[in-house]
């Protein structure tokens, strides 16, 4: 997946790829800097150069381009909690429930995937 991002520190002549996304708390402090910016974010997208530079930008500074095939995949746990794993890349919604399954079935406290949600 490549994505095109606004011209600010990041040179626009590079090609930049997701490599992966993220989630932090500003409430509990743990937010970081844009790299491209300068801007606190909580959520997180890490990107790649052609070169294998890696980069930390926030969703903000992402142009308005539909993700392609990635979905949050949301489970429930014996207690019955919600919770949403990890993004994952799937050519299907049933595919990404597929894989989030598979990963989750060795955990205590999985119960059953619940849906998957395209971004």
């Given at each position: ?31 970081t ?56 890349e ?16 060795a ?13």
């Amino acid at each position: 997946m490549t994505k095109e991002i606004i011209q600010r520190a990041l040179p626009l002549t590079d090609t930049y790829k997701v490599h992966s996304f993220s989630y932090v708390s500003l409430i509990d402090g743990q937010g970081t800097c844009c790299e491209n910016c300068g801007k606190l974010i909580s959520n997180i997208v890490t990107l790649e150069n052609q070169k294998g530079e890696k980069f930390v930008v926030g969703n903000e500074n992402m142009s308005k381009q539909e993700y392609n095939n990635i979905y949050d995949v949301v489970y429930k746990t014996k207690s019955g909690r919600a919770m949403v794993a990890k993004r994952v890349e799937a050519k299907t919604a049933n595919a990404a429930k597929a894989k989030i399954k598979s990963q989750m079935r060795a955990s205590s406290s999985f119960d059953k995937v619940v849906m998957a949600i395209k971004l």
